[in-house]
Nanobody, 128 residues
């Protein structure tokens, strides 16, 4: 069992930056794929970024490539999402997710069904 708690969301002006954190409990953190998803009002939840268990493989949605960076610290059971050059379109509730797998292929990482545990979400608001 893994419990996830996100933090770091808030209100930021367009062009600004935020750093999201996701603290995980459970002894399996270091062997699980972790990901960030987001969901804007009226839209489906979408994959933002994913990182393999050892941090060696990362994936990003095209819309955030070059602006967002995912990382993890397995000693702290924490995964991060550094978000730069934020745009109004980035506004959403951001969710942390943990998979049962240690790695996912590029065609599977953004599939919600690959993740077993979810955090409660943290709101990101971007003003124009």
């Amino acid at each position: 069992q893994v419990q996830l708690v996100e933090s770091g969301g808030g209100l930021v002006q367009a062009g600004g930056s935020l750093r999201l954190s996701c603290a995980a409990s459970g002894r399996t953190f270091s062997v699980t794929v972790m990901a960030w998803f987001r969901q804007a009002p009226g839209k489906e939840r979408e994959g933002v970024s994913c990182i393999s268990s050892n941090g060696g493989i990362t994936y990003y949605a095209d819309s955030v490539k070059g602006r967002f960076t995912i990382s993890r610290d397995n000693a702290k059971n924490t995964v991060y999402l550094e978000m730069n050059s934020l745009e109004p379109e980035d506004a959403a509730v951001y969710y942390c997710a943990a998979s049962r797998y240690s790695a996912l292929s590029e065609d599977r990482w953004a599939d919600i069904s690959e993740y077993d545990f979810w955090g409660q979400g943290t709101q990101v608001t971007v003003s124009s």
